[in-house]
């Protein structure tokens, strides 16, 4: 049998499927089990990938979005193209953001799969970030950094780290000099490293087994139905164009307005594409919030495919169906060295996926979402000290939530921001008591903070630690002080974002958005996380939900009238006929 | 050695195994009985008197126990008719079962709920208090609002509390006088105290096993009185007993009492069951797997010992809760006879995980359903003898199957209906192989050392094409595989699991301290065998320790060598089995590097059943039935050999291809296969070449 030729039907391509998403989540198992630091086993920030010999994305298990769908592909061909001859026992440490990595905290290994005559075959890739990766401040997202000198990271944009599976020690010693807490990062890379080589040994089986043409031409196949999907999506979608904006608050370096990103999305039913224009943006800024070509391409895809049928399969073939316009030398585009993309995983990319999903919803009712709450404030910043003689670095996740209401649910309490949909998990306050030397004194969802909608936001959350018997820097990056999360199809913004120095006599002093902050032992970090926007008119609310808010204590009595136009009498049992009334006065309003 | 009965209620059947005084089997089945299952029960028990020819009474007389597995418990989770429970927890922290710990499947489908908390913020309840991590008092108890929070609760109608603070587990003071003033102000009410219910680091996964514990207290508690009360007038007057979440036995007061500790008892039988058949030292491992109509659970038996986690979800993952408790590892998907088959706009081909489930259940059953499904699929290629379904007691319509996959899987396919049916079973075949792989491979457990026992009444359909696909060594289906969990529950051990926290690394090991800790939970197992345990045959402890590398954040689960540690070789060995495991289930060790221990386990098993499990009546019928036409695995239909498993004898060989049928199952012998019975009555299947 031709094997080039071969026209697999829906069973084997289903068959095949199923063992390639079973090796993508093999690797993610092995790196969530054997990481060391918080940030990796804890709250699970981290990625594993398969791609074709032509750079194309296959598998992804369950991925952080901004982290995969854009930029392994870009990250494997710098590989190919940096190393001409690749042989089995390479590994390669990435981390460039002019490469095709997020931003340098996000060290991946990347792995190619050569059959036993010596033909690259796939890629695995695992991507893991970094509890320190050598900034010049203890913190992986250096928001007010002028440029990659300034972060102080190395960048390593594809490097030979291992060689017939032996680690190049020279490259170990590098980073053991310059990341903090050494150990940990050891720790790190051994469990990513791992994670890839099980991707490869698991490969090199299946190719065994089915044949490597056979894979190939499965590949192929595979893109071809999954681009079928998209394009039926797609036609099914009304044709328009939607302008939608979003802007960042000011930080460092920023114009004191702050920085507003336009995104236009355009859907294009007769020709099954959507397109999304990303040109119109400021040029890059003298601080970290530029985004890398990964980010600023992944961020309004992982957008398109929130507001769509979820069950369209992520890779090559439905990429096909999608083209984000860039520009060099923007920051929502592609950045030029030496820009620093320190936190181009979060801010920015955020404002970016936010307005692409939030102009979706603009173009017909249940397409879409509202927009996701602002990262990254102080509770899921990096702390870091001195405790006893014993330094300590990590990142914690305190308390952060702020899902955007969609067509048909609230928003995903625990969703953290539009790029990490809610993947990462939060900390155990005993985890976090035990691991560092911090005391939790409260973390609580926030009344009142919800973007009010038909289905509203997530509730921000309110969180205060402070240090036990030492100092403790805490860096952060919180966006969403001034510029919430809107809503959209006229729904309302969710609760800003707001830090805070709790000082020993109980009194609050405001402290900056962008900052590493020190807080003395007898003072307390205050940190209050933004609430998501809301989808539909709020006052179109099911009056269920509205009274089960109130009586749970998400939201008052004032707010659910003025806002829901929902009337509950003394036993919080609902009016119907106040309600009503209430709620023409509100539709007549809107008109 | 009296009668001893296992009853476990399913949907929809009351499953009894009876061990006759000579140590045979009898199986009997009745209807499930939802709004009274403990009348399910006891008709069950009256069918069995009724065969052996006996009055209820003189026949239940004869009793010496009955083990009972009921889903009754998270039936009323999932119906909601638990008790209005209240969750008092810490001041400051109010939000703990509603943030859980994060999490997500599926990143881009926003179609699913976020889960609403076990308990109402509505009845959550901030107690001023705190206790630090190393145990001291960081603020007190505030006593007198405590007890105004109590008298509030008598006034809201509150029927259970569970409470847990944070570092209750280092120091439970705090807790202890909040359960002494709930008796004070609210006697009777029931309540749950984390620190004694689940004792284990990681305050949300304590939180959620107490409210889920509290809140069962009162119908569990009723529904235990009832089943013993009942049984006593019906004549029984042995000891009654019930499966637990751990895969052992307890007594009906004692579960009345920790009813969190039933939840997941359903599948939990199973590979107690594949342990007791299949001989120890056959191999390291057992993968059981368990076929219903909707979902198929896979767990294991490691070198002697069936694998815990602690991350048992009431419902999807993520999208639920966890129950927080240690449970027999069980991985579930949604793939069964069920499984509906289907081939979307793309052109792709699913099978599952939505399901036809019971009722209207497969085409073939001709109760209204309309979509092919895996046994549809399985009766088109002759798997299943639609003259012989259950024994002969329903026909099946092999028309309606075959037509159901001709218009919704060969047509859009642009295939035959044979090769579409195969197209079904090989998918459905490769979704539980991966989620073989996902407990095993996956964990660093190779299935090529394994013995697959398949368990349920659709195992036999495509177990040997599991088997080959993980190239296990060979498969192995019990005599009484549609009742693994009823056949496991009568060889189940009376068990109770003990743990406490404390900490300590291996390059400075405080050995007082581990074995103070270890002598208490030794003290606690030798109180359980002494009351509890009192007449049993043999009684041993397992032990174990969770820890990890220095910095890690999960724990494995280390089986330790003794119960006691004497000197510095004891802890070296301790560190060289931890990275030995950890390279054995992530593929990396870090040797040299400490460890750092978190928790202490005590399990102590108690065994009061017989040693090893009984068999079923002989069968003096013939073993040959009539051939048929079955189309096996890549082959064309051909006239295949059909045997009767009860009737084949010990001794005999099945060639593949054939069929091999009980009333309960059907048993595919693919072409290279070759099948015996050992002297357990297990059809043990050679799988042929492996690679």
């Not at chain 1, 939608?244 to 004191?256: E, G, I, L, M, V």
């Not at chain 1, 307390?524 to 998501?532: H, L």
């Not at chain 2, 206790?131 to 006593?143: F, M, Q, R």
Request: proline share 5%.
């Amino acid at each position: 049998m031709n094997t080039q030729t071969e026209i697999m039907d829906g069973s084997a391509l289903a068959l095949l499927t199923a063992r390639m998403e079973g090796i993508a989540r093999k690797m993610a198992n092995t790196l969530h089990r054997t990481g060391r630091s918080g940030i990796l086993t804890i709250a699970r920030d981290f990625s594993c990938v398969i791609l074709t010999a032509k750079h194309e994305l296959l598998a992804t298990a369950e991925s952080l979005p901004i982290h995969v769908l854009r930029g392994p592909d870009i990250m494997a061909r710098t590989m190919a193209e940096n190393h001409k001859v690749l042989r089995r026992g390479d590994a390669f440490l990435h981390n460039s953001p002019y490469h095709g990595c997020t931003h340098p905290a996000d060290h991946s290994i990347l792995i190619p799969v050569i059959d036993d005559e010596g033909v690259h075959r796939f890629t695995v890739l695992a991507k893991a970030h970094q509890a320190d990766c050598g900034n010049a401040l203890p913190t992986t997202y250096m928001g007010a950094a002028k440029d990659v000198y300034a972060e102080g990271a190395l960048i390593f944009p594809a490097v030979k780290v291992q060689e017939n599976y032996d680690h190049v020690m020279d490259i170990i010693r590098m980073c053991q000099m310059r990341i903090r807490v050494p150990d940990q990062w050891w720790g790190d890379y051994l469990a990513t490293v791992g994670a890839a080589r099980v991707g490869e040994r698991e490969l090199l089986a299946l190719g065994a087994e089915i044949g490597w043409d056979r894979l190939e031409n499965y590949t192929q196949q595979w893109f071809d139905y999954s681009e079928r999907r998209m394009m039926d999506v797609i036609r099914a979608m009304p044709k328009g164009r939607v302008t939608r904006k979003s802007t960042h608050d000011p930080f460092p370096a920023t114009p004191a307005e702050g920085v507003t990103i336009t995104a236009t999305v355009d859907v294009k039913p007769d020709e099954a594409m959507i397109e999304v224009d990303m040109t119109d943006n400021p040029d890059s800024m003298e601080n970290g919030l530029n985004l890398s070509e990964a980010c600023a391409l992944s961020a309004p895809m992982l957008a398109i495919f929130n507001s769509i049928d979820h069950t369209v399969p992520k890779n090559e073939g439905s990429f096909r169906r999608i083209r984000v316009h860039l520009r060099d030398g923007c920051i929502a585009g592609r950045p030029r060295h030496p820009t620093s993309c320190s936190a181009a995983t979060t801010n920015i990319a955020d404002r970016v996926a936010n307005p692409v999903q939030a102009a979706l919803a603009e173009l017909a009712e249940g397409l879409g979402q509202a927009e996701t709450g602002a990262l990254l404030p102080p509770s899921c910043g990096v702390v870091s000290g001195v405790h006893h003689g014993k330094p300590f670095v990590n990142e914690v996740y305190l308390g952060c939530t702020g899902g955007a209401g969609s067509p048909t649910q609230d928003g995903w309490l625990t969703i953290l921001h539009a790029g990490n949909a809610g993947m990462c998990y939060q900390d155990s306050i005993e985890v976090d008591e035990l691991r560092h030397p911090i005391f939790v004194h409260q973390r609580r969802l926030m009344p009142n903070t919800e973007g009010p909608g038909r289905f509203r936001g997530a509730l921000g959350a309110y969180s205060e630690f402070a240090p036990v018997d030492c100092d403790m820097t805490v860096a952060y990056i919180s966006d969403g002080n001034i510029n919430p999360a809107q809503g959209t199809r006229g729904g309302m913004a969710g609760g800003c974002s707001a830090q805070y120095r709790k000082r020993p006599d109980g009194t609050l002093e405001p402290l900056p958005a962008c900052a590493e902050v020190l807080i003395k032992a007898d003072e307390r970090m205050v940190s209050i996380s933004a609430g998501g926007g809301g989808y539909g008119p709020p006052h179109e609310r099911d009056a269920a939900r509205v009274l089960h808010d109130i009586r749970e204590g998400w939201i008052s009595l004032a707010r659910a009238e003025e806002i829901y136009g929902v009337v509950v009498n003394a036993e919080l049992e609902l009016d119907y006929v106040a309600t009503q009334q209430k709620r023409d006065v509100l539709q007549k309003a809107v008109k | 050695m009296g009668l001893r009965f296992a009853v476990d209620t399913g949907g929809t059947f009351t499953d009894l195994m009876v061990s006759d005084d000579d140590g045979s089997l009898s199986m009997h089945k009745a209807s499930t009985t939802p709004k009274d299952p403990v009348a399910g029960v006891i008709n069950s028990l009256t069918l069995a008197a009724a065969a052996s020819g006996q009055s209820l009474n003189a026949y239940l007389s004869r009793g010496e126990l009955l083990v009972h597995g009921t889903t009754h418990a998270i039936n009323a989770i999932v119906t909601g008719s638990t008790a209005r429970t209240a969750f008092l927890t810490t001041g400051g922290h109010p939000d703990t079962l509603v943030i859980r710990e994060g999490g997500r499947m599926e990143p881009f489908n926003f179609t699913v709920a976020y889960p609403e908390p076990y308990v109402p913020r509505e009845l959550t309840f901030e107690i001023p208090e705190r206790i630090a991590v190393d145990g001291s008092i960081k603020t007190a108890l505030d006593e007198a609002e405590t007890i105004r929070v109590l008298e509030n609760l008598k006034a809201r109608g509150v029927e259970a509390i569970g409470v847990c603070f944070l570092w209750s587990v280092i120091n439970p003071v705090h807790e202890q006088r909040v359960g002494e003033l709930i008796e004070r102000i609210l006697p009777g009410i029931p309540y749950t105290l984390s620190h004694r219910i689940n004792p284990s680091l990681r305050e949300y996964r304590r939180a959620i096993s107490t409210v889920i514990d509290a809140s069962l207290k009162p119908i569990m508690g009723a529904y235990m009185r009832g089943l013993e009360d009942r049984l006593r007038v019906a004549g029984f007057l042995g000891r009654v007993l019930v499966i637990t979440s751990q895969g052992g036995v307890m007594d009906a007061k004692d579960a009345a009492e920790a009813p969190v500790n039933l939840i997941n008892s359903g599948p939990s039988m199973a590979p107690v069951a594949a342990q007791a058949y299949v001989a120890e030292g056959r191999a390291d491992t057992l993968i059981v797997g368990d076929t219903g109509g909707t979902t198929f659970d896979v767990s294991l038996v490691r070198k002697g010992r069936i694998p815990r986690t602690r991350e048992t979800w009431l419902g999807q993952p993520f999208r639920s809760h966890m129950t927080g408790m240690p449970s027999v590892d069980v991985k579930s998907i949604g793939a069964g006879g069920g499984s509906i088959a289907y081939v979307d706009k793309g052109g792709l081909l699913h099978v599952g995980p939505i399901s036809a489930g019971a009722m209207p259940g497969p085409v073939c059953y001709g109760r209204g359903g309309t979509r092919p499904t895996v046994t549809d699929a399985a009766l088109a290629l002759g798997f299943i003898d639609p003259e012989f379904f259950l024994g002969g007691k329903m026909t099946l319509d092999r028309e309606g199957a075959i037509a159901a996959i001709r218009k919704d899987v060969a047509e859009p396919l642009g295939i035959s209906v044979e090769k579409a049916a195969e197209a079904i079973m090989a998918l459905a075949t490769e979704h539980m192989v991966q989620a073989i792989m996902d407990i095993t491979v996956h964990q660093g457990i190779d299935p090529s050392d394994a013995i697959f026992v398949a368990g349920g009444g659709a195992a036999g359909l495509n177990c040997v094409a599991i088997g080959r696909r993980l190239n296990c060594r060979s498969v192995v289906v019990t005599e009484a595989a549609a009742a693994l969990a009823a056949s496991g529950a009568l060889i189940s051990d009376l068990s109770a699991h003990y743990q406490a926290m404390f900490h300590t690394r291996s390059d400075a090991f405080d050995t007082h301290g581990v074995n103070y800790v270890l002598d208490g939970l030794a003290a606690r197992c030798d109180l359980f065998s002494r009351t509890a345990g009192i007449g049993a045959t043999a009684s041993r402890i397992e032990w174990s320790c969770e820890a990890r590398y220095i910095e890690q954040a999960w724990e494995i689960d280390i089986p330790l060598r003794g119960s006691r540690f004497a000197n510095a070789l004891d802890v070296k060995t301790l560190e060289d089995d931890f990275h030995r495991l950890h390279q054995d289930k992530f593929a990396v060790a870090d040797p040299g590097a400490p460890i750092e221990t978190v928790t202490w386990n005590a399990e102590i098993r108690c065994r009061i059943g017989s040693e090893r499990p009984g068999r079923l009546k002989p069968d003096t019928r013939s073993a040959s039935l009539p051939s048929r036409k079955v189309r096996f695995l890549g082959q064309d239909f051909i006239d295949a050999p059909v045997y009767r498993f009860e009737a084949i004898t010990e001794g005999m060989s099945i060639v593949g291809p054939a069929m091999v049928e009980s009333d309960f199952t059907s048993v595919v012998i693919d072409q290279g296969a070759k099948a015996h019975r050992d002297m357990m009555g297990n059809l043990v299947i050679d799988l042929g070449d492996r690679k």
